[in-house]
């Protein structure tokens, strides 16, 4: 998407099952402030993208099921508020992920059966408060996680059947006040 493009939004299901599309670029100074549901969903050769640092809103199934995604990154100074539920369900390539500060929640089963995650990072001050009922589970190639202060709850399940899970670490200060079954 060009630098002078005028785009701001990228609609529900725009790319669904676009099985051949490899790569989307955004030029820099992209308008891009939302990802709509199902936007990629099924985009199984989709292998990396990059999230404009405008963008605040991912849709639920945004990236549904895209298998052979290994790279998601979100620019410096990201202003990502919430990642929709299931927006990266069945990522099973994806070996790691860094959560922009400014993500407030994380949505149900966001990262549910992405097999291959190794390393969750949340950058330094997040204000992340929830995370998603089954939101990593069965990510069973997860063997630890720091969660941020902020987080006031965690979801039923949240970290479900991962099952190389050894290390959880709460930072200090934390504002947890309940975590689901």
């Keep these: 998407f060009g630098a002078n493009s005028q785009l701001t939004s990228i609609g529900d299901y725009v790319f669904n099952s676009t099985t051949a599309l490899t790569s989307v670029t955004f ?3 992209s308008k891009l402030t ?12 989709l292998t990396s993208i990059i999230i404009p640092e405008g963008v605040t809103s991912m849709g639920y199934n945004a990236f549904y099921e895209v298998t052979s995604l290994t790279s998601i990154t979100f620019e410096e100074n990201s202003q990502l508020t919430s990642i929709g539920s299931h927006a990266f369900y069945g990522a099973s390539s994806l070996t790691s992920i860094n959560i922009p500060a400014s993500v407030i929640s994380i949505g149900e089963a966001v990262f549910l059966v992405a097999t291959s995650l190794t390393s969750v990072t949340f950058e330094e001050n997040s204000q992340l408060t929830s995370i998603g009922y089954e939101a990593f589970y069965g990510a ?3 063997t630890s996680i720091t969660i941020p202060a902020s987080v006031a709850s965690i979801g039923y399940e949240a970290f479900g059947h991962a099952t190389s899970l050894t290390s959880v670490t709460f930072e200090a200060n934390s504002q947890l006040t309940s975590i689901g079954n």
């Design 140 to 142: 069973s190639s997860l």
């Design 34 to 45: 939302s990802i709509g549901n199902f936007a990629f969903q099924n985009a199984t050769s």
């Design 27 to 29: 030029a820099e100074g």
